[in-house]
Each structure stands twice: as C-alpha cells, then as structure tokens.
C-alpha cells in the first residue's frame, strides 16, 4: 500500500523568509498527491494536488510543490511566510483508482516574528 | 455554501461506554468519508461512502466502530464500546463525487473524543 513520510516534526521559520517542507511517498506507480493546511481546532484545507502533467503544482495562499519522481517527493515551498501561515501540514497519497488516501504524520509551523 | 457540519464538537466518555458522532455533508456531495486523527499523526480514513453504500472501510474496526449513511445524505459514526485508544479527532469530510476524480475533499471541523 502507499506511504508516506514527513520527515520533520516541526519546523520554526521567521516571518518573510522562505518555507520548504518535505514530504515523500511510497507506491509503485503515478501516485496522486496532496497537501493539506490544519489550523488549531479546524478541519483540513486543501492546498494543492497533483495528478498529472506539470510537475510544478501551483495552490492556494501562494504555495506551490513539486513532485520529482525521481526522488519520490513532492515537497511544499513558500517564497515568503507569513504568520498566518503557522499551523500543520500534511502530505497525502493516494493511489490510482484507489480510494484509500493515506496521509503523513505532518509538520508543525511555527512562524516567528 | 455551507460547510461540512459535525456534530458534537467534543465529548468525554468513560471506556466502555458508547458515543455516536453526527455529520452533514455539503450539499449534493455524494461521497462521505469519515477519518480519524489521533494525536499526533494524520488522518486515517475509516471509512467511504458513495452515496447511501460503502466503498471503504477497510481500516474500521468492525468489532467496535459501525456507521451508516441509511438516506444518501446524513450519516452516523458510532463506538460502543469505546477504548482509551479510541481518543482522538473523528473528521468527516465529503466530495463530489470522489476525490480521485479531481474534486476537492471539504473536511469538517471535528469531534474531539477523549475516553477516561
């Protein structure tokens, strides 16, 4: 089955600098993959997804991920964190025409001023 | 639009005992799932519904974990009796129709469980 890991807990970042979280998975063939926001109490927000075609993923909130087959990753940037941005972030795969969609253990941001 | 609707937002429970969860899907979303996150680590999918039948639920623990979506719409995630290890967030979350067909998963916000 499909997998994936986040290999940082958390991260601290200051307020306008630059943001990469990493995420990488494990499936044998073109995986479906995702990130997704989760602010303190709140359910999920989806960020961007990739399913095919360009490999640059542009989201929401100015996020953007690429997936490099290659090193099995699809690692989330940010040029410029804002302190909104603080909260955590999960990386998921899903599999072709499988509806399971199995998520990372998550980063936690922390934005400091 | 009106998001996905949980309900009750937290709850404390002894072991044992039984807790049921409630959640109102965004309208005309025919896919309902239903994850739980414990602490600590992503979400993990319990189980799928498209429409009123299951798709998934393959990771539910059927001896203790049941849920139905009897009209399509609705639908009622229950535990009895319920664990310690069964604390954790109970997100649902729906689509239209499935997520693998490029459509976005709306979550809810959660029911927060805590067994003592």
């Known amino acids: 089955a499909q997998s994936v890991t986040q290999p940082d807990i958390h991260i601290t970042v200051s307020e306008g600098a630059s943001l990469e979280l990493r995420c990488n998975y494990s499936?044998?063939?073109?995986?479906?993959l995702f990130w997704y926001v989760q602010s303190p109490g709140q359910g999920l927000q989806l960020l961007l997804k990739?399913?095919?075609?360009?490999?640059l993923v542009q989201g929401i909130k100015g996020f953007e991920a690429e997936f490099k087959r290659s090193q099995s990753s699809f690692n989330l940037r940010k040029p410029s964190v804002h302190w909104s941005d603080a909260a955590e972030y999960f990386c998921?795969?899903?599999?072709?025409?499988?509806?399971?969609?199995?998520f990372g253990a998550g980063t936690r941001l922390t934005v400091k001023p | 639009e009106a998001g996905v609707a949980q309900s009750p937002r937290y709850k404390i429970i002894e072991k044992r005992q039984s807790v049921a969860f409630w959640c109102n899907p965004i309208?005309?979303?025919?896919?309902l799932y239903w994850y739980q996150q414990i602490l600590g680590q992503g979400p993990k999918l319990l189980i799928q519904?498209?429409?009123?039948?299951?798709?998934?639920d393959s990771q539910l623990p059927k001896d203790r974990f049941s849920a139905e979506r009897l009209k399509g719409v609705d639908s009622t995630l229950k535990i009895q009796p319920a664990k310690l290890e069964d604390s954790a967030v109970y997100l649902c979350?729906?689509?239209?129709?499935?997520?693998?067909?490029?459509?976005?998963?709306?979550f809810g916000e959660g029911s927060w469980l805590t067994v003592v």
């Open positions: 979350a729906s689509s239209s129709p499935g997520h693998l067909s490029g459509n976005t998963i709306y």
């Open positions: 309208s005309g979303h025919a896919t």
């Open positions: 519904f498209q429409n009123n039948g299951v798709v998934d």
């Open positions: 990739y399913f095919s075609g360009d490999t």
């Open positions: 998921a795969v899903a599999a072709y025409n499988n509806n399971d969609m199995r």
């Open positions: 499936y044998g063939a073109t995986p479906y």
